[in-house]
C-alpha cells in the first residue's frame, strides 16, 4: 500500500511493491473498505439512537430440507388452522418454526403466510405492525389517564402516535388501507379490541 518515505524531513509518500500507481492504492483499499461485512451506513432508528443492524440471516438454499416430509398442502391447512385460533401471520411463522420444523415457509409452499391468509380470506384488516402500535397507543392513553403528570409517557405517546401516522400513510399509499382509513385516538380502543 503506501508508506511514508524512511528518510527523515521527507514528508512523501512511496508506493509499495506489487502496485502500479496510486489509483491501483486507491482502488484496492476501496475494494477492501467496501468487501468487510456491516460496515456499510446504516440508516437509524426513527426515535432512538441505535442503528437496528442485527437481523436474522436468510438461509442459503432456497429450497426445502430433505429431511422435511410435509407437503405444501399440509402446511397450507396448518396456516389456515391457526389463522382461524386468532393468531397473527409472525406468531403463526414462529410455530411453524418451532413444533413442525419449517424456517421458511416460502420455500416449502412458494408464498409467504401473509399471501396465503389473504387467498384464503383469513388476513387481518389493518396490517400486523400498525396494529402492534395502535395497542401500544392504547396502553400508553390508559396509564396516563390514572398518571396525568407522567410527562414521559406523554411524550412517548406522541412518538408512538406519529410513528402510527406515518406508516398510516404509506400503507395507504401501497393500498393496503382504505384511502379514509384514519387513526383516531377516541376509537382506537375499539380497533384493538
Not at 482502488?27 to 437481523?55: D, E
Request: glycine share 6%; hydrophobic share 35%.
Amino acid at each position: 500500500m503506501i508508506s511514508k518515505n524512511v528518510r527523515p524531513g521527507l514528508g512523501k509518500y512511496k508506493i509499495e511493491e506489487g502496485f502500479s500507481s496510486l489509483a491501483s492504492v486507491v482502488q484496492a483499499t476501496r475494494a477492501a473498505a467496501s468487501s468487510s461485512s456491516k460496515t456499510a451506513a446504516v440508516m437509524g432508528r426513527m426515535h432512538s439512537r441505535g442503528k437496528g443492524i442485527s437481523a436474522s440471516a436468510l438461509p442459503y438454499k432456497r429450497t426445502p430440507p430433505s429431511w422435511l416430509k410435509i407437503s405444501s398442502q399440509d402446511v397450507d391447512d396448518n396456516i389456515c388452522k391457526f389463522a382461524k385460533k386468532g393468531l397473527t401471520p409472525s406468531q403463526i411463522g414462529v410455530i411453524l418454526r418451532d413444533s413442525h420444523g419449517i424456517a421458511q415457509v416460502k420455500s416449502v409452499t412458494g408464498s409467504k403466510i401473509l399471501r396465503i391468509l389473504k387467498a384464503h380470506g383469513l388476513a387481518p384488516e389493518i396490517p400486523e405492525d400498525l396494529y402492534h402500535l395502535i395497542k401500544k397507543a392504547v396502553a400508553i392513553r390508559k396509564h396516563l389517564e390514572r398518571n396525568r403528570k407522567d410527562k414521559d409517557s406523554k411524550f412517548r405517546l406522541i412518538l408512538v402516535e406519529s410513528r402510527i401516522h406515518r406508516l398510516a400513510r404509506y400503507y395507504k399509499k401501497t393500498k393496503k388501507l382504505p384511502p379514509v382509513w384514519k387513526y383516531e385516538s377516541t376509537t382506537a380502543s375499539t380497533l384493538v379490541a
